[in-house]
T-cell receptor
């Protein structure tokens, strides 16, 4: 079975600072990995995904994530935080053999200070 | 296309009552998913449809829960004899066969059982 652990339920950064949201996964088979963002009272929006190929994945809004198999990690980064980045971020994993069961982490709430 | 829509956005009910939620996926998305999200947690997979066929159900989906997608377009999720533990956000997502990795989420239905 697959699972993800998001380290840090709350992360606070200053506007313009680096954003780093941590995600570690557990999977007995090659994983597909995702980052979603959720703004208040809205559904989840896909930021980026890793399936195969290049391990550095670029997504929307300037975010990127790197798949590191040796560290079983898929951390999300953004060089410079913007006030509009304040939201809840979810890391998710699914097996390449079962495309229907996506497992989400508990989420990390990002606060951006002016 | 305006994306995945869900109705109602909020529902307050008394314990023991039945409730029904509706999800309209993005048109031409033949895959439809239901998730439940409780406070402070990520979404948990409930069930999945390919067209009108319900192909997978999580063990979270007790026998009080039933989901349908009769014509392969919109879907309904019914909870019978609601319990306080059913209080959660119920999220719907859809995807195409060719891009199963990209699920598009609706805004969710927030259920409160008193």
């Amino acid at each position: 079975a697959q699972s993800v652990t998001q380290l840090g339920s709350h992360v606070s950064v200053s506007e313009g600072a680096l954003v780093l949201l941590r995600c570690n996964y557990s999977s007995s088979v090659p994983p597909y990995l995702f980052w979603y963002v959720q703004y208040p009272n809205q559904g989840l929006q896909l930021l980026l995904k890793y399936t195969t190929g290049a391990t550095l994945v670029k997504g929307i809004n300037g975010f990127e994530a790197e798949f590191k198999k040796s560290e079983t990690s898929f951390h999300l980064t953004k060089p410079s935080a913007h006030m509009s980045d304040a939201a809840e971020y979810f890391c998710a994993v699914r097996s390449m053999y079962n495309n229907n069961d996506m497992r989400f982490g508990a989420g990390t709430r990002l606060t951006v200070k002016p | 296309d305006t994306g995945v829509s869900q109705d109602p956005r909020h529902k307050i009910t008394k314990r023991g009552q039945n409730v029904t939620f509706r999800c309209d996926p993005i048109s031409e998305h033949n895959r439809l998913y239901w998730y439940r999200q409780t406070l402070g947690q990520g979404p948990e997979f409930l069930t999945y449809f390919q067209n009108e066929a319900q192909l997978e159900k999580s063990r979270l989906l007790s026998d009080r829960f039933s989901a349908e997608r009769p014509k392969g377009s919109f879907s309904t999720l019914e909870i019978q004899r609601t319990e306080q533990g059913d209080s959660a956000m119920y999220l719907c997502a859809s995807s195409t066969d060719t891009d199963r990795m990209s699920q598009y989420f609706g805004p969710g239905t927030r259920l409160l059982v008193l």
